[in-house]
């Protein structure tokens, strides 16, 4: 049983435009939440954490945490071509160990 | 700061042939971890290593896969009589604690024909 769940696996959104991603874990335990890109040929980068309740942002990026519904999101703005990658979300408890998503695939298109 | 350093970038090996993967963590840093990438499976926990002490190797296919860090500077993934299933990508990651941003390297794409 997976216990993150991304959607949706892939999107397409026009340069300029705002894109979102979705994150829903299974398991109550988790307390981070963290957000990573990955571009092809590269391993994958932190963009953000995130472990209270409500929006972080930093720069274009906005994480939003829902606890109760054990729901977070990513919201690109003013999206550009670079950001075309790979973005993973992944959960992390008391221990060291991350639990990875499947992975939303984000195309942005000039 | 060169960041994560995997070596080499690609490995091409036989099938039942050997492979030796390196990883050069990022100086001060003292967690270790091996994923493993696949389309299919996407990211897979392999192993990892506190202070160079192994902690968790239950991501580890058994028999043919092992791990070493015999200094804080570098850390290897040995996989002995590869098979067509091990090809992978396969990545080193490295944080101050195990708690913070992992910091992956480029990886090493293995086939294995």
């Known amino acids: 049983q997976q216990k993150v769940q991304q959607s949706p696996e892939s999107l397409s959104v026009p340069e300029g435009g705002m894109a979102s991603l979705n994150c829903t874990s299974s398991?109550?335990?988790?307390?981070y939440f963290w957000w990573y890109r990955q571009h092809s040929g590269e391993g994958p980068k932190a963009l953000m954490?995130?472990?209270s309740d409500g929006d972080k942002k930093e720069g274009r990026f906005t994480a939003h945490l829902n606890k109760a519904s054990l729901h977070v999101s990513l919201h690109i703005r003013d999206s550009q071509p670079s950001d075309s990658a790979l973005y993973f979300c992944?959960?992390?408890?008391?221990?060291?160990?991350?639990?990875w998503g499947s992975g939303t695939k984000l195309i942005i298109k000039p | 700061n060169a960041g994560v350093i995997q070596t080499p970038r690609h490995k091409v090996t036989g099938k039942g042939q050997e492979a030796t993967l390196w990883c050069e963590p990022i100086?001060?840093?003292?967690?270790v971890f091996w994923y493993r990438q696949t389309i299919v499976q996407g990211l897979e926990f392999l192993t990892y290593?506190?202070?160079?002490?192994?902690?968790?190797d239950s991501g580890m296919p058994k028999e043919r896969f092992s791990a070493q860090m015999p200094n804080q500077s570098h850390s290897t993934l040995k996989i002995q009589s590869t098979q067509p299933q091990d090809s992978a990508v396969y990545l080193c990651?490295?944080?101050?604690?195990?708690?913070?941003?992992?910091?992956f390297g480029s990886g090493t794409r293995l086939t294995v024909l």
């Open positions: 990651a490295s944080s101050r604690t195990s708690a913070e941003t992992l910091y």
């Open positions: 100086s001060g840093h003292s967690a």
């Open positions: 290593f506190r202070n160079q002490a192994p902690i968790d």
């Open positions: 398991d109550r335990n988790f307390q």
């Open positions: 954490s995130i472990f």
């Open positions: 992944a959960a992390q408890g008391s221990n060291y160990q991350l639990i």
